[in-house]
Each structure stands twice: as C-alpha cells, then as structure tokens.
C-alpha cells in the first residue's frame, strides 16, 4: 500500500501545497490506490519537505521522484502518448509552474501583508494558546525568507503579478483549445492542477487570480475540468482512519481514481487516452 504523508487539507482544498495537491492528483489519475497520512511533521519528512511516500515499506520524498518510483514499479502508462517533444514541453513547463509559478504564489500568501490574516487563519486558526502567539509569526518569518532568496520576494506587488501571468499565458498557449495539456490527460496536468487550483480554487481574493479570471478563461475551465473529473469527491469527507499515528489525520483513499470517476467523465478520459 502506497501512504502519501501529506499536510492536512486547509483554504477549502484538499491541499494548500501546490505538490501535494499535484502528487495525491497524479495518484487519482493514474489509478493507484493510497492512504493518506495527514501531518505537519516535517522533521520526519526524508528530505524536510512535504510530500513524501512510503511505499510497501519503500521511502521516496520529492514529487519528481515519487512520480517517477510509482510509474516504473506499477507501470503507470499515464503519459505513453506523449512524443519526444510534448514530453520536453512538459518539462519545461514544469520547471516553470513548479520553480517560478510556486513561488509567486508563496509571495502573496507569507508576505503581503494585505493576504497574510487570511493565511494565518487559514493555517494556524486552530492552533491554541500558547503557540498561536508565536509560531505563526515564526514560519511566516521562514517563509518570507525562503521567497525572497528565491528572489521572489524581491519585487513589488505588480511585478510579482506580471511574472505570473507570464507563466499562466504560457500554460494558455500550450492548452490552446485542447481539454488537457497535451490532448488527453498525462502527468504534467496534474503539477499544473496542483499549482493553478491553489491560486485559483482558495478562497482569497488575490489581485493575480483575478487577472487570471479575467484573461485566461480557458486556463480556469481547463482547472474546473480537472477537478469535476478527478476531484468530484472531496476526501476531507471519509471518516478517520483507526491506524491514524498520535497527530496525524488518516483518511483512507477511494479505492482508485477510475472506480471514482462518475462514468460521464470517464467515458471521454478514456476516449482521449485510447
Ligand atoms: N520539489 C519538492 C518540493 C516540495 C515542497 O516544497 N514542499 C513544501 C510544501 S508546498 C514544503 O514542504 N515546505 C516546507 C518547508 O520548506 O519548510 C516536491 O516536488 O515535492
């Protein structure tokens, strides 16, 4: 059984990390049943950061690299459609949403002050006292200081916006008039869900999801379709799970992507991966 160790979910989405989101997305996609372990414990994560696996008793950190792990062990044929070229592209889009798109998005919620009581509630509302006092200052702190030497956190307000957009009309531009990035569903929709659903899906009103709205209708039909066909059952609904390690939040994930599909969509996923 593969256990996805995740943050719980907050801002009314599954995830408010653009890689979980994009890795428990990418598990629905290609099928594979998994187990959701919701904590916060970094300090257990093999590489510090959040998402990580464990897989029959195989640990894998890095989204990359699970994604990766997983396709060659289950022989996940998600992206056979793609060509030498589409699957370049993909990579390049990648590294833009995953390297440059995250962190502008990062830079409204940790460091604008105008967004920042809504993350803090986002994240720490249910902290009590003592530590509400101190430690959602402290991770803003860290935050703020990993978007800036990211360089990020350097510009102004707009500039940050228009380095953003620029990324989404790229995105825009690859989608075209197609349901999915390259045609039919491959791995990077599920980075590109990742990120977009989490600029566009919380309940903020950032001045670049606007502009986002605003300019690119398709991207935004291309995330509702995303979510419609992969998305259509929320987890935070299933009821804990009684192996849940003292902390963590365990859910038990439907049993596969496409047994939870409502049939309507499956039928044209499957028309387009055929
Ligand atoms: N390249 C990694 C990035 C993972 C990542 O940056 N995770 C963030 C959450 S979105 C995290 O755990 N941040 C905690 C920290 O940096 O302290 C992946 O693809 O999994």
Redesign the pocket.
């Known amino acids: 059984m593969i256990r996805l160790f995740q943050?719980p979910p907050a801002m009314g989405l599954p995830n408010a990390?653009?890689?979980?989101l994009?890795?428990e997305t990418w598990l629905r996609m290609a099928g594979l049943p998994y187990q959701n372990v919701h904590t916060m414990n970094?300090a257990r994560?093999p590489k510090?950061?959040?998402?990580h696996v464990d897989d029959d008793g195989v640990a894998v950190?890095?989204?990359?690299f699970i994604i990766e792990h997983l396709t060659q062990r289950y022989g996940v044929t998600l992206d056979r459609h793609l060509d030498a070229g589409a699957r370049a592209q993909s990579l390049l889009l990648q590294r833009a949403l995953?390297e440059h798109l995250?962190w502008c998005m990062l830079y409204f919620r940790w460091a604008d002050d105008r967004y920042w009581p809504a993350t803090r509630e986002a994240f720490f509302g249910a902290l009590g006292a003592p530590r509400s006092w101190f430690v959602p200052a402290l991770v803003r702190k860290?935050m703020v200081k990993?978007v800036s030497s990211a360089g990020i956190g350097r510009h102004s307000t707009e500039e940050v916006v228009t380095l953003a957009m620029q990324d989404v009309g790229a995105l825009a531009t690859v989608l075209g008039d197609k349901p999915f990035l390259f045609g039919a569903p491959s791995s990077i929709d599920a980075s590109a869900y990742g990120m977009l659903a989490n600029l566009l899906f919380v309940d903020i009103d950032l001045p670049l999801k606007r502009r986002v709205i605003q300019d690119f209708p398709k991207v935004v039909a291309y995330c509702e379709r995303m979510r419609q066909v992969y998305w259509h059952q929320s987890l935070t609904q299933l009821p804990a799970h009684p192996d849940a390690p003292a902390g963590a939040g365990v859910q038990p994930s439907r049993a596969s992507c496409s047994s939870s599909l409502p049939a309507s969509a499956m039928k044209s996923v499957m028309r387009l991966r055929s």
């Open positions: 943050f990390s653009g890689f979980c994009k890795l970094l994560a510090g950061k959040l998402p950190a890095d989204s990359g995953e995250y860290a990993q």
